[in-house]
């Protein structure tokens, strides 16, 4: 019994050490919110453009992101952060995972005022007030341990709208 435990242990420093273990957003997470033409920041005069997924202020956005992770993770934490201030990090989910490795769908959605800001259904075609421009994440841990891997933030800057006023 006491080689399989050393044996488990072994192969965990062996994951920690190749990079095993690791998560990964895959691509560019959506929203169910998206902009259906060119709109104007109406605070810097920013254009956002048309297709655009953002997270609104003001009211629920829900968020789905493909996720995969690597053998030797037990868990996924999924992290959201402000882009002018990375220290703004919200934790929004924790999902238990297969050690084995894998992909799959996580789903999860920022309330009223909840967004990283530092950082439609009738989809929005009005100018807009940009608070700030989030971005995603995902920390893993290995078997046998409790600390998590570093952050692998993903490349998506969510525009974070003061408002989504629907037409």
Known sequence: MKKIALMALGL???LASCGGGTSTIEGAPTTNWQLRSDVKNVAT?????AGTYVICND???TVNANVSWGAGATSVQLLARGVKNPNDVRQLADYGVNPAGGTGMATFTFGPGMAPQAIVVNPIT???RVLGYSNLGTRSTLIGTT????VNWNNYKYPVLESCTTA
């Open 12 to 14: 965990t420093g062996v």
């Open 45 to 49: 005069g920013e254009i956002l453009k």
């Open 59 to 61: 009211r629920p956005t």
């Open 126 to 128: 009005t100018p807009v």
């Open 147 to 150: 600390n998590y891997s570093s």
